[in-house]
T-cell receptor, first 111, second 111 residues
Framework: DVKVTQSSRYLVKRTGEKVFLECVQD?????MFWYRQDPGLGLRLIYF???????EKGDIPEGYSVSREKKERFSLILESASTNQTSMYLC??????????FGSGTRLTVV | SQKIEQNSEALNIQEGKTATLTCNYT??????LQWYRQDPGRGPVFLLL?????KEKRKERLKVTFDTTLKQSLFHITASQPADSATYLC??????????FGKGTRLHILP
């Protein structure tokens, strides 16, 4: 089974801090994605990557950046955390643009 | 703009009965449609994909239909069990690799 591992389940950070969320997949998938999920809003795509060093903006990229230096690792960076970035962050990977495998999520609280 | 509508209210179904969840989409002509299950505090899990040229797909107790004329997919769980209680997400996609997650329907199977 494909496994997608997110480095933290829960994270508390202060406003203005630089935050790194790490995601690693073990199945040699080309595509990796970062979503955030908020009550009543569903999953919203932040960034995705279809190859090493490639990245594409999703629907809500503002305030975020990403890094994909190795195929198995996709990092989400909050350059200067703000309270409106408090959310559940979900990483996913896939071979095609369907059949995503998600990680367990990181619940980030910015205080 | 593209819209996905799933039952906005939670669905309560008696154990053993068939649960039917509805997904309607507008301003969109997806080449396929996916269904995911999500448990509280966890990432979604891929269940089924149905393509536009398939009317129906089955997997164990799950059945999905896809009506491109009505712009609707129905998701059925037969012989429902309390363990089926979760949120189910409808995810049309594929025409231009644009994937949109529905907000989901919360299903409660009552013992």
């Amino acid at each position: 089974d494909v496994k997608v591992t997110q480095s933290s389940r829960y994270l508390v950070k202060r406003t203005g801090e630089k935050v790194f969320l790490e995601c690693v997949q073990d199945m040699d998938h080309e595509n990796m994605f970062w979503y955030r999920q908020d009550p009543g809003l569903g999953l919203r795509l932040i960034y995705f990557s279809y190859d090493v060093k490639m990245k594409e903006k999703g629907d809500i990229p503002e305030g975020y950046s990403v890094s994909r230096e190795k195929k198995e690792r996709f990092s989400l960076i909050l350059e200067s955390a703000s309270t409106n970035q408090t959310s559940m962050y979900l990483c996913a990977s896939s071979l095609y643009f369907y059949g995503y495998t998600f990680g367990s999520g990181t619940r980030l609280t910015v205080v | 703009s593209q819209k996905i509508e799933q039952n906005s209210e939670a669905l309560n179904i008696q154990e053993g009965k068939t649960a039917t969840l509805t997904c309607n989409y507008t301003n969109y002509s997806p080449a396929y449609l996916q269904w995911y299950r999500q448990d509280p505090g966890r990432g979604p899990v891929f269940l089924l994909l149905i393509r536009e040229n398939e009317k129906e797909k089955r997997k164990e107790r799950l059945k999905v239909t896809f009506d491109t004329t009505l712009k609707q997919s129905l998701f059925h769980i037969t012989a429902s069990q309390p363990a089926d209680s979760a949120t189910y997400l409808c995810v049309p996609g594929g025409r231009d690799d644009k994937i949109i997650f529905g907000k989901g329907t919360r299903l409660h199977i009552l013992p």
